[in-house]
């Protein structure tokens, strides 16, 4: 049987190994996360993924998955944990340097190693040139050099949306890209007895760069967006109707605005092209800085509101990342309410139906509060709308008229909003 060992269990990595699992490998889940090791070791995933809780919990009872804190030797090693950035927005990699340095030990001839994580150009050689340092007693491969190598090494960057993981690891295209044609062969052996969409072969430098771009070019669409918002206020102008109207040309698809860019990848990749060709890369960061400032524009707008109150409320309708899906990493929402608690002065609250406890980052807090919406809308002075949550388009506008709407989302212009067009009451803000 073919043993499969997944280095972290994080959103990539758990999904991952469970997946794997259920199709027939024997997988050994590795993760320094001694309570995430536990919890997955009792059938129970330590975040929330539609369908994996049914999935994860197949692969412990049949004995196919098992998490630990130590990896084990295997034939396929998958590593898949974070690629955050540092100080001066450059790239971070001593997760996947130290998920290089704990396999090592136990890679011997014909393993396979694949990066999965999003990493700048040239990570998988720098792994490969790491792990050879490490176990100078194997045959390594160069970059596009058909040498003879025992060991392959391949990139195979995640292209799987939270709220979607477990289809869209099956259905999507993957692209595998290695350091030589041979290592991705063997990459791609691994990867077509599960993904039923097409795989693509490349090598690891394109393979890098394309995932990079991929998110590069959806920040920058999003920042086009959210620029157009800001002069909307500016002007006077419904940014909602202009998008819709100005996208009923043809060759015209601009995207919807909102609170920033969050999650982990968007949010983070980007920058990696930046820190790799910083003079070149002109637009690539101007798109990151404009959409890193939109949080901090919508909380100006808030306290310029919020002058009208004497210990105004703020409801704060939506802290995830982005809508109909519980995840709050990076989340522009987040730092908005953040930054309100910090300023003080009020009271927020936190309507979520995807967040069931509030953020650690809270804790002690005595200002904020998690309530249901109606309690958000009866109690507010100010409602700021975050995030567009399906739940959110269900509420009967006519109840919020006599508050101070500020609405970051478009959930007042859109026909499939909670309010149709002309319906907005004099408070409301709508850009």
């Not at 030990?105 to 190693?113: E, I, K």
């Not at 909602?240 to 015209?252: G, I």
């Not at 690539?284 to 509101?305: C, G, Q, S």
């Not at 002058?307 to 309708?317: G, L, W």
Request: proline share 6%.
């Amino acid at each position: 049987m073919t043993k499969v060992c997944v280095v972290g269990l994080g959103y990539i990595g758990l999904p991952t190994a469970a997946m794997m699992a259920s199709r027939g490998f024997e997988v050994i889940g590795y993760d320094v996360n001694e309570t995430a090791v536990s919890s997955i070791n009792a059938g129970k995933a330590h975040f929330h993924e539609p369908d994996l809780q049914m999935l994860l919990s197949a692969a412990i009872n049949t004995g196919r998955l098992k998490a630990q804190t130590q990896p084990e030797e295997a034939d396929y090693f998958i590593i898949a944990v974070p690629t955050p950035f540092k100080d001066g927005k450059k790239p971070d990699m001593s997760h996947v340097e130290s998920a290089c340095d704990a396999i090592a030990p136990f890679l011997q001839a014909g393993s396979t190693v694949i990066l999965e994580s999003t990493s700048p150009v040239g990570s998988t050689e720098m792994i490969t040139s790491r792990l050879s340092a490490a176990r100078p007693d194997l045959a390594w491969p160069q970059y596009k050099d058909p040498g003879d190598a025992q060991i392959a090494v391949a990139h195979c960057p995640e292209r799987i949306l939270p709220g979607n993981m477990l289809r869209e690891l099956v259905a999507n295209d993957r692209i595998i890209g290695g350091m030589t044609d041979t290592c991705s062969r063997r990459a791609q052996s691994l990867y077509e007895t599960f993904v039923t969409g097409q795989i693509y072969i490349t090598d690891c430098r394109t393979a890098e760069f394309v995932k990079l771009i991929e998110n590069a070019s959806r920040d920058v669409n999003i920042a086009f967006a959210n620029e157009l918002s800001v002069i909307c206020d500016r002007i006077g102008v419904d940014v909602w109707q202009a998008v819709e109207l100005a996208n009923k040309h043809p060759r015209v698809s601009i995207l919807q605005p909102g609170t920033g860019v969050g999650g982990h990848c968007i949010a983070v990749d980007p920058w990696f092209i930046v820190d790799s060709a910083p003079e070149e890369a002109r637009l690539i960061r101007t798109a990151r800085e404009v959409n890193d400032r939109k949080p901090e524009y919508i909380f100006h707008r808030i306290l310029d509101l919020a002058d009208r109150f004497k210990n105004p409320v703020i409801s704060c309708f939506g802290i995830t990342y982005k809508a109909d899906v519980g995840d709050l990493r990076e989340s522009p929402a987040l730092k908005i309410v953040t930054k309100l608690l910090q300023h003080g002065g009020m009271r927020v609250l936190i309507c979520d139906p995807l967040v069931k406890s509030l953020p650690a980052l809270f804790s002690g807090c005595p200002d904020v509060d998690l309530v249901d919406a109606d309690a958000a809308r009866r109690e507010a002075d100010i409602v700021a709308l975050l995030v567009g949550h399906k739940q959110f388009k269900r509420l009967e506008f006519n109840r919020f008229l006599h508050k101070v709407v500020i609405d970051a989302t478009g959930l007042m212009s859109r026909p499939n909003g909670f309010a149709t067009e002309g319906h907005v009451g004099p408070r409301a803000e709508r850009w």
